[in-house]
């Protein structure tokens, strides 16, 4: 069965330093998200992306954020410079259309900012 | 984004029905009702979804209230496996963008 996989499963970094979390969406997909959740908290939206380009994005999801599709199959998070906040686990999902279909969530990876 | 209420935890026996409720009573006329659910340690998994008519699938039914107000979430015979946090989720039918707003769910807790 198909599934959305993302890389590493864990990453520590300093504060202030730049990171980049990667996901591979199913590939027929044409709509890509991510999500973060702080430890013992909900689930928070960050960002949508379709057609090369962000279609929505929450409040969390400031300068320091930008996702990117380098290639027809990697989709990327970078934070540049972290912050002690940023740490918690950050899901990519994908999705074929919007409207009724769901959402196909990878593992996470977690991220911790020392 | 209309709010969804539910319970903050449930318990069942294992091999046991479960009913999980939630209450939209904002709900609008275009807003399906989606469930999702988290295992421990994992992503969000989709569960099911419907708009006006109860659904079934391989994991679970989902009887949507006529008036759409609320609806429940129905694991025939509840396993171990089933041990997570059920989240009811409204979501606009428009087409472009599908943010997830997740709120706290219903943690589940089976009983071997």
């Known amino acids: 069965e198909p599934e959305v996989t993302q890389t590493p499963s864990h990453q520590v970094t300093q504060m202030g330093q730049e990171v980049i979390l990667r996901c591979v969406p199913i590939s027929n997909h044409l709509y890509f998200y991510w999500y973060r959740q702080i430890l013992g908290q909900k689930v928070e939206f960050l960002v949508s992306?379709?057609?090369?380009?962000?279609?929505?994005k929450s409040e969390i999801f400031d300068d320091q954020f930008s996702v990117e599709r380098p290639d027809g199959s990697n989709f990327t998070l970078k934070i540049r410079s972290t912050k002690l906040e940023d740490s918690a686990m950050y899901f990519c999902a994908s999705s074929v259309l919007a409207g009724e279909n769901e959402q196909f969530f990878g593992p996470g990876t977690r991220l911790t900012v020392l | 984004d209309a709010k969804t209420t539910q319970p903050n935890s449930m318990e069942s026996n294992e091999e046991e029905p479960v009913h999980l409720p939630c209450n939209h009573s904002?709900?609008?006329?275009?807003?399906?009702i989606h469930w999702y659910r988290q295992l421990p340690s994992q992503g969000p998994e989709y569960v099911i979804h419907g708009l006006t008519s109860n659904v079934n699938n391989r994991m679970a039914s989902l009887a949507i209230a006529e008036d759409r107000k609320s609806s429940t979430l129905i694991l025939h015979r509840a396993t171990l496996r089933d041990a997570a946090v059920y989240y009811c989720i409204l979501e606009l039918s428009n087409f472009g963008n599908e943010k997830l707003t997740f709120g706290t769910g219903t943690r589940l807790t089976i009983i071997p």
């Open positions: 992306f379709y057609n090369n380009e962000i279609s929505e």
């Open positions: 904002t709900i609008s006329g275009t807003d399906y």
